[in-house]
């Protein structure tokens, strides 16, 4: 990979990670529309950085939001972003257990490249978890947009929802720890 690319990753990143915040602020400053160009470049970043289908339907997806709210100068489209990315990642991974190996399995294997066929079972249940945590995550979020406060839907999609995450990544990482003990010793 190189720099230019891992500078835009980190753009991105850095972008998805802080967007709910952001709009938070500006719906306070701006008209909806004028940040609706935040998020045209979030997408327009999001298209440069990665040719993968999925990942262009996701920057499509986004512009499309942007494109409604610059035209009816509304918050709502600007507020279903992190909707939209959590149905992307719910297909990426559900289209994973479809079409095997599965997105855990992938990373997995970067560590361990003669994965088990215990490990390929593991990995794809973890999957399936996340597939869940795609869902309750992208349905609070879809709740907050549609009938929070914007503190609450900053709150949540800002905030919160990246704490769940982490929790699910520590809880993953313990059970896992605990299933290898368990495969070695057992």
Same mark, same amino acid.
């Given at each position: 990979? %190189?720099a %230019?690319t =891992?500078v =835009?990753? !980190?753009? !991105? ?5 802080s967007?709910?915040?952001l709009?938070?602020l500006g719906?306070? =400053?701006?008209e909806?529309r &004028? /940040?609706?160009? /935040?998020l045209? $470049?979030?997408?327009l970043?999001r298209a440069?950085a990665t040719r993968?289908?999925? &990942?262009?339907?996701?920057? +499509?997806g986004? /512009?499309?939001l942007?494109? @409604?709210?610059?035209v009816g100068?509304?918050a709502l489209?600007l507020?279903?972003?992190? @909707?939209?990315?959590n149905a992307v990642l719910l *297909?990426?991974f559900?289209? %994973? ?8 399995? =992938?990373?997995? #294997?970067?560590q361990?490249?003669d994965l088990?066929p215990?490990g !390929?079972?593991?990995t #794809?249940k @973890?999957?399936? !978890?996340w597939? $869940?945590f795609?869902v309750?995550?992208g349905?609070?979020?879809? @709740?907050?947009?549609? &009938?929070?406060s914007?503190a609450v &839907?900053a /709150?949540?999609n800002?905030l ?6 982490g929790?699910l990544? +520590?809880?993953?990482w313990? *059970?896992r #720890?605990? *299933?290898r003990a368990g495969v070695?010793h $057992?």
């Amino acid at each position: 990979m %190189s720099a %230019s690319t =891992r500078v =835009r990753a !980190v753009a !991105v990143g850095l972008l998805t990670l802080s967007y709910p915040v952001l709009v938070y602020l500006g719906l306070g =400053r701006f008209e909806p529309r &004028w /940040l609706a160009l /935040l998020l045209a $470049g979030l997408a327009l970043l999001r298209a440069i950085a990665t040719r993968q289908p999925t &990942w262009l339907a996701a920057a +499509a997806g986004a /512009l499309l939001l942007a494109l @409604v709210t610059a035209v009816g100068n509304h918050a709502l489209p600007l507020k279903l972003y992190p @909707v939209l990315v959590n149905a992307v990642l719910l *297909v990426v991974f559900c289209t %994973s257990l479809i079409y095997p190996p599965s997105v855990i399995e =992938r990373l997995a #294997r970067l560590q361990e490249p003669d994965l088990p066929p215990e490990g !390929v079972i593991y990995t #794809r249940k @973890v999957t399936q !978890v996340w597939c $869940g945590f795609f869902v309750l995550n992208g349905s609070i979020a879809l @709740v907050t947009a549609l &009938w929070a406060s914007d503190a609450v &839907w900053a /709150l949540y999609n800002g905030l919160i929802a990246y704490g769940l995450m982490g929790m699910l990544f +520590a809880a993953e990482w313990l *059970v896992r #720890r605990r *299933v290898r003990a368990g495969v070695i010793h $057992g």
